[in-house]
């Protein structure tokens, strides 16, 4: 059943127009001035407007204008004082219809029904025309985050397949350089110690490359893993990580860790990831007198952030962007390692939607950071 408004400030024509369109089954509204009109619009939703031109105090056509800026429904004028100048300043302002007085009930009764199923389908239409913007929005939010998901995928696949080129190629170098050494030695009969030296050498070369291999399938494949998201105790699993540490190794360091919060995650992961970093600050801080490494946790209303602080060698800022890169590394080959902890710790934080980065000065200790959405903790 439509709902029509009926605004016409002579009564007999309120209750003519009433009785005709009640028999056509219209839930009819009567008003005889503008005051009642917009008090109906506000408690009742009405499908069209008929309006007259003719008002007290103030035009149909002036209180069209204050009507219009409000609601969004079809309005019919009657008049019977018709002109092509008003016909035309309705119509330019967003009128729908005009007819003139008298009026003929059956082409009014047309003219409404038309309107009002008019009105309905551009309403439809914009509505679907706006879920379809919504819905297109929403891909390609999708598709970007995907695209760079892809972008990431992209480098990650370049830097392994230079790895394998470079990092995998030099190990099996060495070996086949000290291969032909010791044919070499054998063949002159060069002194055993000299010998035992090269397959030293060669032991060592090729244990380093096993490592690096191992660590590569362990970084290709992490990706992969599926998360298995449980509570986890970060500081039980702190207080774990640390008493694996082997304190006559790493100098003895002493640890410091306030309370740390309960969280969400993969237990195995998160376990990595204290573990790689606790296990950098006790290496880079083991040639202090007193290496110290402190553990904290800062939790706001986004996010809880973690930080492990050591007093060790620290890093040139500059380099602070790429520590995560994997096979980056910040110091020389006199500390162990291949350059794949940090990598693996920005993989597994960034699976748990989180972010990594890194504060340092050289000779003054560094600062290693990750943080987790508060989605996944639990305080």
């Known amino acids: 059943m439509y709902r029509l408004l009926i605004i016409d400030d002579q009564k007999s024509i309120l209750q003519m127009l009433k009785r ?10 009567t008003a005889d001035n503008g005051t009642d009109a917009f008090q109906i619009l506000e408690t009742t939703p009405i499908d069209l407007v008929l309006l007259d031109y003719t008002m007290p105090q103030v035009s149909g056509f002036d209180f069209y204008l204050s009507f219009k800026k409000q609601y969004d429904l079809p309005v019919i004028m009657m008049t019977a004082h018709s002109s092509v100048h008003l016909v035309i300043e309705f119509m330019k302002n967003g009128g729908t219809d005009f007819i003139e007085k008298p009026l003929d009930m059956d082409l009014l ?44 995928k992209n480098k990650e696949l370049d830097a392994f397949a230079a ?40 032991e060592k070369s090729i244990n380093r490359m096993k490592l690096l291999i191992s660590e ?64 950098n600050a006790a290496k880079y801080s083991r040639i202090k007198p007193t290496p110290l490494i402190t553990i904290i946790a800062n939790t706001d209303n986004h996010e809880v952030v973690f930080a492990v602080k050591d007093n060790g060698i620290g890093f040139n800022l500059k380099n602070a962007n790429v520590l995560y890169n994997i096979f980056t590394r910040a110091h020389s080959n006199d500390y162990e390692g291949i350059g794949i902890g940090l990598a693996n710790v920005k993989r597994i934080v960034e699976r748990h939607d989180g972010r990594v980065w890194a504060e340092g000065e ?7 950071y990750f943080a987790l959405p508060r989605n996944f903790v639990q305080m």
Do not use: C, W
């Not at 030099?170 to 063949?187: Q, W």
């Open 216 to 279: 590569l399938l362990g970084f290709a494949k992490m990706q992969q893993v599926k998360k298995n998201i449980e509570e986890i105790d970060t500081q039980q699993l702190v207080a774990e990580v640390v008493s694996t540490i082997n304190a006559d190794e790493m100098n003895n360091p002493q640890f410091k860790f306030t309370e740390l919060p309960k969280i969400k995650g993969d237990l195995i992961l998160i376990r990595q990831v204290f573990y790689n970093l606790i296990h």
């Open 20 to 29: 005709r369109f009640a028999k056509l089954n219209y839930d009819v509204f």
């Open 362 to 368: 050289e000779g003054k200790g560094a600062t290693f």
């Open 163 to 202: 790895a394998v080129s470079h990092d995998l190629r030099a190990p099996v170098n060495n070996v086949i350089g000290l291969i032909d050494l010791v044919k070499i030695k054998l063949e002159t009969e060069t002194a055993n110690s000299e010998i035992d030296l090269y397959f030293e050498l060669i």
């Open 109 to 152: 009764s047309l003219r409404i029904e038309q309107a009002i199923k008019q009105a309905r389908l551009i309403k439809e239409q914009t509505i679907q025309k706006q879920k379809a913007e919504e819905e297109l929005r929403k891909n390609n939010v999708i598709l970007l985050e995907k695209t760079k998901k892809l972008e990431q």
